[in-house]
C-alpha cells in the first residue's frame, strides 16, 4: 500500500519531490523547539495548486493526513505530523506574484520566505514594506499570518492576521476557494466587504484547507529608523510606560525585554521604542515627545533612556533581528522555545513575576520579551526557554517549563499563541463549550475525512 | 567524530540557506533539492542523528554529504558562532564515512585515480606537461616562481587552454617562473575535502617535499583550489611558500607597470567568483581590478557577488563526482542564467573548473550564441599590450 500511494505522489509531483527516505522522515517530524517527535510517512514538496489538489484529493480517498510546512519555525511542533501522513513542504511555490503600489498589497505563493519577501521590496520597491516577525528569513509569510504572528509594525497595525488581504486556498475535499476581494474582482484590496471566510484558516494551525496564494497589506517605508532604549526597575510601571509611548503615536514598534543575563541587565525591563519618519526633523520630532511623555518616570528616577552609540544600533535595528536567532544558543546547546502568550497590558506586572517564579523553579535563567500589539490593544508576552539539545533531560526540562508558562498565561487570563498540542488541550478546556462546538461542527463541514493535521485542535 | 561536541549547537533557522540580504537560496543543494535534509542545518540535524545511531548509514546518507560542494555560502551567512566550523564539520563527517568505508562510488573512483595515477583523469603522469607543449616554459629550476597548473589544468581539455593563456601572459610580461610539469602531482585539495585525509597527508607532504628540495619559495596556482590547499592547509604540515592565485599575480603586475594594455575587445563582461578564491580566502578584488584595466571590458555585475555568489556546483569533489547532478536546478545552470539575464556577452572565470561547469550549461540551457565563457587569463590574452 504505502509504495502505491508513494507512486501516486510521485506521479502529482514528480519523483525528486516526494520522499520516504529515512533522512527526511527523520528531519520532518521534528522542529527547532522542544516537542518530541512525530514520523510523517512521506515528504512532499508541491510546485504548483493543481499538485496540491491533486494530493488532497489522494489524501482523502486513502485517508492520509496532511500537514502543510512552511519555514517550520513556529517552534510548538506545530507541524509535526502528530498521526503520520504526508508532510507537505510548501517552500517550492515561493513566487512573489503581483505588487499592487497604489493599494499597497503584494500577493505572494505561500512557500515565499519573509526574507525573500524583504529583500525584494527592498530593491525593486524600496519606498514600500511589509511587517517582518524576528523569526529566521526563511520563516513564511503565509506559516507566519496564519498563526496570527506579529512584527515590526504589529504596534502600529495589529497583528499580522489583521494584514491579510486575501487568500487563494485548496480545502480539505481539494476544491480550491478563494478569499476575500479577489474572490469576486481581480484584485486582492482587502476582505471587506464580503462575509469575512478567512477566519476558517487563521489561527486553525493547518487543520482546515491549505493555503496555496495570500495577500498582505505593504505600508510606506520611511527612510530613517531609529531605536530608544528605556529602563525600568518596576515592573508595575510598565503598562503605564506602555499606555504612555502608544499614546504618543509616534512609535511604530515597541518591544520589551528582560532577562537575567547579562548579569547588569537582571531585574530592569527594556523598552525598545523604535521610531521611523522621512525626516530627521521628524524622526527628532518624534523621539522628543517620547521622551517627554516617559518624562516623570526620569524626574523620580525611575527609568532612563540608554545611551547607545549609533554604530551598537545597527543590531537592534536589522529586520529580522538576529539576536533573537542567537538566544538558540545561550547555553551553546542549539535550542529554544517560547511560550507567546496574547494577554492585555495590565497583567504585564503579574505576568512577569509569573516568569521569574517559573524561570526560578527550574533553574534557568529567566527571559521574557514582549511586543505590544495595535497601539496597545494587547501584548505577546514570551517567556523563552533555551535547552541544551545534547541533553534530552534538559530538553524535556524547557518543556515542563512551558507547560507551565502556558498553565501560568491561561489563568492570569492570557491565551497560549500558537499552542503546542497540550497546550490547545489546555485552550479549549477552559474555552465556552459552545464556541469549541462550533469549531468542530466548521472542521467536519471542511474536512469531513479529518485529514488536515489531525491531532491539533482536536475538540472532544 | 571531530567537531562532535559542536554539532547540537545548530538551531536549524535556516539563515544558511540565504544570501546576506536573503534575496534568494544560496546553498546550491539546497535549493537543487528542496529538501531540508540538503540544507545545511539537515546536514548538521542529519550527522548528529547518525552519530547517535537514530538513522542507520546508507548510501543515501553519503550522497547527501558528498553531493555539498564546500562553497562556504552557509559559513559566511549563519547565525551562530560555530559557523566558522560549517565546511570543517561536513568534511569531517565525510572523513568518518571513508572510514567507515561509506562513500559513494563516484567518490572512490576519484580517490583510486589520484592513488593509482595521482590524477583523478587516470591519465600518464609523463602527460602532465602536454598542456604547455610549444610554449617553452622550462622546468622549474630556482626561478622566483613556480607555476602550479594542478589537475584539471593538466589534463581537461578546457583546463589545459586555460593553463596556456596563464603561461603566455606570465611569461610575455617577463616574470621569471618554472612548471613542474611530469613532476607535478595533485594539491589534495579535493582529497582533503573528500574526507580522505591520509592520502591528502600524503599528497601534501610529497609536494612539501619537492617543493623543499627545488627550493620553491613562491607558488602562483592556476586553480583557486590548489591555492586553497597550499595557502591554508599546506603550512600546518611544514609547507610555507608564498602563494598566489594568478589572478593575484596579474594584478600585482598591473599595479606594477609590468603588465599594461593598449587595446582590448569590446566585451560585456560579468564576473564568477570561484568560492576557493572569493568566500574562502577573501580575494574579490583582485579579478576585478583584471577587467577594468582592459580597455574596451564593461564589466557588469550579476545579482549575486563576492561573498554571495552563488557556486558553480563544482567544488567539494562534486566537478569529478557530480553527486549534486544535473538538472535545471543545477548550480552551474542557474548561474549561467543569472549572467545571462546582466547582459553580458561573456562571463569570466578564474578557476578550471568553473570555467568547464559553465561551458557544459551553456549547452544544457541553450545560451550559446548569448554568452561564452572565458577565463580571465584568456581576456588578458586577446588585449593588446603595451
Ligand atoms: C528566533 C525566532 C524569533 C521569532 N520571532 C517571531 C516574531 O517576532 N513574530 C512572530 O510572529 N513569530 C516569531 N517567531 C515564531 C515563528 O517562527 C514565526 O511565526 C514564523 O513566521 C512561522 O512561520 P513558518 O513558515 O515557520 O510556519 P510553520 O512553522 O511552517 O507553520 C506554522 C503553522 O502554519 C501551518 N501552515 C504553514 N503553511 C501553511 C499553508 N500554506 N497552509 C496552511 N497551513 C500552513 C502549519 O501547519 C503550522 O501549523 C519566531 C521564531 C524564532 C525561532
Given at each position: 500500500?504505502?509504495?502505491?500511494?508513494?507512486?501516486?505522489?510521485?506521479?502529482?509531483?514528480?519523483?525528486?519531490?516526494?520522499?520516504?527516505?529515512?533522512?527526511?522522515?527523520?528531519?520532518?517530524?521534528?522542529?527547532?523547539?522542544?516537542?518530541?517527535?512525530?514520523?510523517?510517512?512521506?515528504?512532499?514538496?508541491?510546485?504548483?495548486?493543481?499538485?496540491?489538489?491533486?494530493?488532497?484529493?489522494?489524501?482523502?480517498?486513502?485517508?492520509?493526513?496532511?500537514?502543510?510546512?512552511?519555514?517550520?519555525?513556529?517552534?510548538?511542533?506545530?507541524?509535526?505530523?502528530?498521526?503520520?501522513?504526508?508532510?507537505?513542504?510548501?517552500?517550492?511555490?515561493?513566487?512573489?506574484?503581483?505588487?499592487?503600489?497604489?493599494?499597497?498589497?503584494?500577493?505572494?505563493?505561500?512557500?515565499?520566505?519573509?526574507?525573500?519577501?524583504?529583500?525584494?521590496?527592498?530593491?525593486?520597491?524600496?519606498?514600500?514594506?511589509?511587517?517582518?516577525?524576528?523569526?529566521?528569513?526563511?520563516?513564511?509569510?503565509?506559516?507566519?499570518?496564519?498563526?496570527?504572528?506579529?512584527?515590526?509594525?504589529?504596534?502600529?497595525?495589529?497583528?499580522?492576521?489583521?494584514?491579510?488581504?486575501?487568500?487563494?486556498?485548496?480545502?480539505?475535499?481539494?476544491?480550491?476557494?478563494?478569499?476575500?476581494?479577489?474572490?469576486?474582482?481581480?484584485?486582492?484590496?482587502?476582505?471587506?466587504?464580503?462575509?469575512?471566510?478567512?477566519?476558517?484558516?487563521?489561527?486553525?494551525?493547518?487543520?482546515?484547507?491549505?493555503?496555496?496564494?495570500?495577500?498582505?497589506?505593504?505600508?510606506?517605508?520611511?527612510?530613517?529608523?531609529?531605536?530608544?532604549?528605556?529602563?525600568?526597575?518596576?515592573?508595575?510601571?510598565?503598562?503605564?510606560?506602555?499606555?504612555?509611548?502608544?499614546?504618543?503615536?509616534?512609535?511604530?514598534?515597541?518591544?520589551?525585554?528582560?532577562?537575567?543575563?547579562?548579569?547588569?541587565?537582571?531585574?530592569?525591563?527594556?523598552?525598545?521604542?523604535?521610531?521611523?519618519?522621512?525626516?530627521?526633523?521628524?524622526?527628532?520630532?518624534?523621539?522628543?515627545?517620547?521622551?517627554?511623555?516617559?518624562?516623570?518616570?526620569?524626574?523620580?528616577?525611575?527609568?532612563?533612556?540608554?545611551?547607545?552609540?549609533?554604530?551598537?544600533?545597527?543590531?537592534?535595528?536589522e529586520t529580522p533581528l538576529r539576536e533573537m536567532t542567537k538566544f538558540a544558543d545561550s547555553k551553546k546547546g542549539g535550542g529554544f522555545e517560547y511560550v507567546g502568550a496574547i494577554m492585555p497590558i495590565e497583567l504585564f506586572p503579574e505576568a512577569y513575576r509569573k516568569g521569574l517564579e517559573i524561570a526560578a523553579k527550574y533553574e534557568t535563567p529567566y527571559s521574557m520579551a514582549v511586543r505590544i500589539i495595535g497601539r496597545a490593544h494587547c501584548m505577546m508576552f514570551a517567556y523563552a526557554y533555551a535547552f541544551n539539545r545534547a541533553d534530552d533531560n534538559d530538553r524535556k526540562k524547557a518543556q515542563r517549563a512551558l507547560h507551565e508558562s502556558n498553565i501560568a498565561a491561561l489563568e492570569l487570563g492570557g491565551i497560549p499563541w500558537k499552542a503546542e498540542e497540550p497546550a490547545q488541550k489546555l485552550i479549549l478546556e477552559r474555552m465556552d463549550p459552545e464556541t469549541s462546538r462550533l469549531m468542530n461542527r466548521i472542521r467536519a463541514a471542511l474536512d469531513p475525512n479529518g485529514i488536515m493535521n489531525p491531532g491539533n485542535w482536536e475538540v472532544k | 567524530m571531530e567537531y562532535a561536541d559542536i554539532i547540537h549547537r545548530c538551531f536549524r533557522c535556516g539563515y544558511c540557506k540565504f544570501t546576506r540580504d536573503y534575496r534568494d537560496f544560496n546553498c546550491p543543494t539546497y535549493r537543487k533539492f528542496w529538501f531540508e535534509s540538503y540544507s545545511p542545518g539537515g546536514r548538521m540535524w542529519l550527522l548528529r542523528a547518525w552519530l547517535n545511531g537514530e538513522i542507520p548509514s546508507s548510501q543515501r546518507l553519503a550522497e547527501i554529504f558528498y553531493s555539498c560542494v564546500t562553497c562556504g555560502n552557509c559559513v559566511e551567512h549563519c547565525a551562530l558562532e560555530f559557523r566558522e566550523n560549517l565546511v570543517n564539520i561536513f568534511v569531517a563527517a565525510r572523513k568518518e564515512m571513508v572510514e567507515?568505508?561509506?562513500?559513494?562510488?563516484?567518490?572512490?573512483?576519484?580517490?583510486?585515480?589520484?592513488?593509482?595515477?595521482?590524477?583523478?583523469?587516470?591519465?600518464?603522469?609523463q602527460d602532465r606537461d602536454k598542456w604547455a607543449?610549444?610554449?617553452g616554459i622550462p622546468s622549474y629550476s630556482g626561478q622566483d616562481y613556480l607555476l602550479y597548473a594542478g589537475c584539471v589544468a593538466s589534463y581537461d581539455d578546457r583546463g589545459k587552454k586555460i593553463a596556456r593563456a596563464v603561461a603566455s601572459v606570465l611569461k610575455e610580461a617577463g616574470l621569471s617562473f618554472g612548471i613542474l610539469g611530469g613532476d607535478e602531482a595533485s594539491d589534495g585539495n579535493e582529497v582533503r575535502v573528500l574526507g580522505e585525509w591520509d592520502l591528502f597527508q600524503m599528497l601534501a607532504e610529497d609536494n612539501i617535499r619537492k617543493f623543499k628540495g627545488l627550493g620553491v619559495k613562491k607558488i602562483i596556482a592556476i586553480s583557486p583550489h590548489a591555492y586553497n590547499a597550499f595557502r591554508n592547509d599546506y603550512p600546518p604540515l611544514g609547507g610555507k611558500c608564498e602563494v598566489l592565485h594568478y589572478t593575484q599575480a596579474l594584478d600585482q603586475m598591473i599595479e606594477n607597470g609590468k603588465l599594461t594594455f593598449s587595446s582590448g575587445k569590446d566585451a560585456r563582461v560579468t564576473y564568477h567568483d570561484p568560492c576557493y578564491l572569493g568566500r574562502h580566502n577573501g580575494e574579490f578584488d583582485a579579478p576585478r581590478n583584471i577587467l577594468r584595466a582592459i580597455p574596451g571590458v564593461r564589466l557588469t555585475e550579476m545579482d549575486k557577488i563576492k561573498k554571495n555568489a552563488l557556486c558553480c556546483g563544482g567544488g567539494g569533489g562534486n566537478f569529478f563526482t557530480d553527486i549534486i547532478g544535473g538538472g535545471e536546478g543545477a548550480p552551474a545552470r542557474v548561474r549561467i542564467r543569472e549572467a545571462a539575464e546582466t547582459g553580458a556577452d561573456t562571463l569570466a572565470v578564474a578557476c578550471p573548473k568553473c570555467a568547464k561547469m559553465f561551458e557544459d550549461a551553456i549547452k544544457a540551457e541553450a545560451l550559446e550564441g548569448t554568452i561564452k565563457v572565458k577565463d580571465i587569463a584568456e581576456i588578458v590574452c586577446e588585449a593588446g599590450k603595451g
Open positions: 500500500m504505502a509504495r502505491i500511494i508513494y507512486d501516486a505522489l510521485a506521479e502529482i509531483v514528480g519523483k525528486e519531490y516526494v520522499s520516504d527516505r529515512a533522512e527526511e522522515l527523520f528531519l520532518y517530524s521534528r522542529d527547532p523547539g522542544t516537542m518530541d517527535p512525530k514520523k510523517p510517512d512521506y515528504v512532499v514538496l508541491p510546485k504548483s495548486v493543481e499538485e496540491v489538489q491533486a494530493i488532497l484529493h489522494l489524501a482523502n480517498r486513502e485517508r492520509i493526513p496532511v500537514v502543510p510546512l512552511g519555514g517550520g519555525l513556529v517552534l510548538s511542533g506545530l507541524s509535526r505530523p502528530l498521526k503520520g501522513g504526508i508532510v507537505l513542504d510548501m517552500k517550492r511555490m515561493n513566487r512573489i506574484l503581483d505588487v499592487n503600489e497604489k493599494s499597497r498589497y503584494v500577493v505572494v505563493e505561500a512557500g515565499c520566505s519573509q526574507g525573500m519577501l524583504q529583500a525584494y521590496l527592498n530593491r525593486n520597491y524600496p519606498h514600500l514594506k511589509h511587517s517582518i516577525p524576528d523569526s529566521p528569513p526563511s520563516a513564511t509569510i503565509a506559516g507566519n499570518i496564519l498563526i496570527h504572528g506579529s512584527g515590526h509594525m504589529s504596534q502600529a497595525t495589529g497583528f499580522h492576521s489583521e494584514m491579510l488581504n486575501g487568500l487563494e486556498v485548496v480545502l480539505p475535499t481539494g476544491e480550491v476557494c478563494k478569499i476575500g476581494s479577489c474572490s469576486t474582482t481581480p484584485y486582492w484590496f482587502s476582505r471587506a466587504p464580503l462575509p469575512d471566510l478567512a477566519g476558517l484558516f487563521l489561527g486553525w494551525h493547518g487543520t482546515t484547507g491549505v493555503v496555496t496564494k495570500l495577500a498582505i497589506k505593504l505600508y510606506p517605508n520611511p527612510a530613517k529608523k531609529d531605536v530608544m532604549m528605556f529602563l525600568t526597575e518596576n515592573p508595575d510601571y510598565m503598562p503605564d510606560i506602555i499606555s504612555k509611548v502608544t499614546g504618543t503615536e509616534m512609535a511604530e514598534d515597541l518591544n520589551v525585554s528582560a532577562s537575567q543575563l547579562p548579569d547588569y541587565m537582571e531585574g530592569l525591563q527594556l523598552s525598545l521604542i523604535y521610531v521611523t519618519a522621512n525626516t530627521i526633523e521628524e524622526i527628532d520630532f518624534k523621539k522628543r515627545t517620547i521622551r517627554e511623555t516617559l518624562r516623570s518616570y526620569i524626574n523620580q528616577k525611575e527609568g532612563g533612556f540608554m545611551f547607545v552609540p549609533t554604530i551598537a544600533k545597527g543590531r537592534f535595528i | 567507515k568505508g561509506l562513500v559513494p562510488p563516484a567518490v572512490r573512483d576519484y580517490l583510486k585515480g589520484i592513488q593509482t595515477h595521482g590524477n583523478p583523469f587516470k591519465e600518464p603522469r607543449e610549444g610554449l
